[in-house]
């Protein structure tokens, strides 16, 4: 498989659209460095800082690998520095230095950078924060984004079907991620999910909570938590033998070419119990409800209160949306990043518009039951949605532990 | 398994040894957010803000999770916040507000979160990076967390003893790493290796490449590269079948409990071109010579100019630490990140001390042939060094593929 390089009328389209807005709201030029903010606007990850004038071509000025760079970007100004000093010289050379209005990304950048920026770089200006600019623009996506969260999308349905093989009586929780995760891995994940608000974590592959882990919270702001390994990174999978009866929630972020894909469904060896059958069926029923809103023009915020609005009235509205630390929103949109624009959440007035794509997840955490839940992926278009994630939403309980077991349950 | 907690002693020690530079470098406090510097000062990962001052408690603002934060974390003084305006009432209330010299890490925090920092809730304070002497603190290793270390390499060495199974001929690169860095997710990895110095990246569990992939060179700072699944993270593993007489570089960060082993071997299906084995075998000739030096009181880089020093009269010192984009060191210390201190870089004037944990990975990268060398991770004693991890050096080039074939080959 040869690698699929971002095309340059995408590079292009993506630089115009940003353009446009700092011409809107006055900024000279903006400078970025953070690697998925860089492999939106340039097509590589490769170890640089972009400066994106208001008018005229973008520069990327790469410490390492300039030849990756080259290879990877179809920008036409990409030139090597050596060191901070000779990105000074080429910044003023290249008759950038004088810009008065710099935007950069305050939200990632670390503050040793900005003061560089600031005080070395651009010594005359006045800087801003450009986050919010570059989520809207990169929360619309083209056709050729939703074709890669679309594979991102199919890997996770594939992985999703290998399940029932895998899911054998007394296998450990953290023996099973790992065999999901080799799944993805295998099929071009690139190991790990970009998240922007992470304060130095990453996210793993998978999150898959097995019965009362699943109502363990955790520091990021999602439903559900879990263990996790150590305190270290104390989030999704821990060491716990799966037992028959347990809801087994597979939440998985599919990654195709660097675009995410995020699906959640529950597996079962033998019968849930009926109380958690019936959580789940609410949350199908919910998931149902929402996708009779989802189309261009609705409010996000709208979204979240038709699902509070419809869960006041069910046993489990204690259980929505997480226990005794609940999350105010039920869905988040994706690509690059895990955490994107629109956020389906609490009085976020932001508008759903066609190209929009996001996760949707109504769960219940339920206190040493676990968790159960349904969440998928969708596309907003011109009049409604497509749903990219295709595995039917029931329990899975039929056919577990009847295939192969491709490992021995640990110890 | 059951999880692994800090030692409430571990935890003491490490700050009364941050307050003592402190007291000597003029500090009031430190303030902490950064998810490597929290889990080392408090035991746990969770979202919070750490408040050091120079004598007396810590106090960890918890947003959440708090209750893990208590169950994790042997602190004392671990309070609930709900937001930034609670934040800034309590540590009015806990008398730190006044702190006249504030001490974070420049290098890691949002420039945003800085700003809060010293415009809300530091208002009156002059502030300054202990980036550095968190780092200085971090060098020294306990014999606890030596241990964990020990840990990880133990886990690595298991799954190096695994790969002739592994490696069959005509397997696709990324699904061998992904078999491998199964058994490593499987033994406890967090799924993702910490680095300081990652702009918005995290490292996957391995780095394995394979013939000419590993002269590939990329955006980090390390001697070999490699093509990556993606643009979107150009390093690592790609797709590439692995035929006979390559070199196989397994390069594998293992992670036990949050902390870090690194160890490199070569494996090749059948016998490796004998220009190949002649540079691996001086590679080995280089770690032996070094071991020669390591102890304490050595000076980093003088490390560093042994190896330049052995290499001038070696027919590959055009292909040592890199080819066309070299780096300029042979080792670095790890811990809870894959790149603390002590640098073994050029011109490093840092004295190695007992307790310092370091990998050292002389290498060569060959254009169009690939990358040889050894990696292997060390403990700095009190007169010499002991080695952690374990597996012979030698090209394993013997009963490759003789063993089962846990996957089949891709496509």
Not at 132 to 137: D, F, G
Request: hydrophobic content about 40%.
């Amino acid at each position: 498989m040869t690698q699929l390089f971002t095309p340059k009328t995408e590079i292009q389209n993506r630089i115009n659209r940003f353009q446009e807005l700092m011409e809107e709201k006055g900024g000279d030029l903006a400078i970025i460095r953070h690697s998925a903010d860089l492999y939106y606007f340039t097509g590589t990850v490769q170890d640089g800082h972009l400066i994106i004038p208001v008018k005229g071509d973008p520069c990327f000025y790469v410490w390492r690998s300039s030849r990756r760079a080259e290879e990877e970007s179809p920008l036409n100004n990409i030139k090597r520095i050596k060191n901070f000093t000779h990105l000074i010289e080429l910044v003023k050379k290249d008759g950038f230095a004088e810009a008065q209005e710099v935007w950069t990304t305050f939200d990632v950048i670390p503050h040793s950078l900005f003061s560089f920026y600031s005080k070395k770089l651009f010594s005359n200006a006045n800087f801003s924060d450009c986050t919010h600019y570059i989520r809207t623009v990169r929360a619309i996506k083209s056709p050729w984004e939703i074709e890669q969260i679309r594979m991102a999308c199919r890997v996770i349905d594939a992985a999703m079907s290998e399940i029932p093989a895998l899911l054998t009586p007394g296998i450990d929780e953290l023996e099973f991620a790992a065999c999901i995760e080799a799944i993805l891995r295998k099929n071009g994940h690139q190991g790990f999910l970009r998240m922007r608000v992470a304060q130095g974590n990453a996210l793993s592959m998978s999150q898959i909570l097995t019965g009362a882990n699943g109502a363990i919270s955790s520091f990021t702001l999602t439903p559900a938590g879990g263990p996790g390994v150590s305190p270290s990174f104390g989030m999704g999978s821990g060491h716990r033998i799966i037992g028959p009866g347990e809801p087994v929630s597979v939440d998985l972020g599919g990654c195709f070419n660097g675009y995410l894909g995020d699906e959640t469904r529950i597996f079962s060896i033998g019968a849930l119990p009926d109380t958690l059958e019936r959580g789940l069926d609410t949350m199908i029923e919910l998931m149902e409800r929402l996708e009779a809103e989802l189309c261009p023009g609705v409010v996000a915020g709208v979204l979240y209160q038709i699902s509070i609005d419809f869960m006041k009235s069910s046993p489990f509205f204690e259980n929505f949306m997480g226990c005794d630390e609940k999350v105010q929103f039920i869905g988040h949109g994706l690509g690059i990043e895990i955490d994107e624009y629109p956020f389906i959440s609490r009085d976020n007035q932001m508008i759903l518009k066609p190209g929009m794509v996001l996760a949707l997840e109504p769960k219940l955490v339920l206190p040493g039951l676990g968790l159960v839940g349904v969440e998928d992926t969708f596309v907003v278009t011109e009049d409604g949605f497509e749903r990219l994630t295709e595995t039917q939403r029931k329990v899975t309980s039929q056919g577990i532990g009847k295939g192969h077991a491709v490992y021995e349950a640990h110890q």
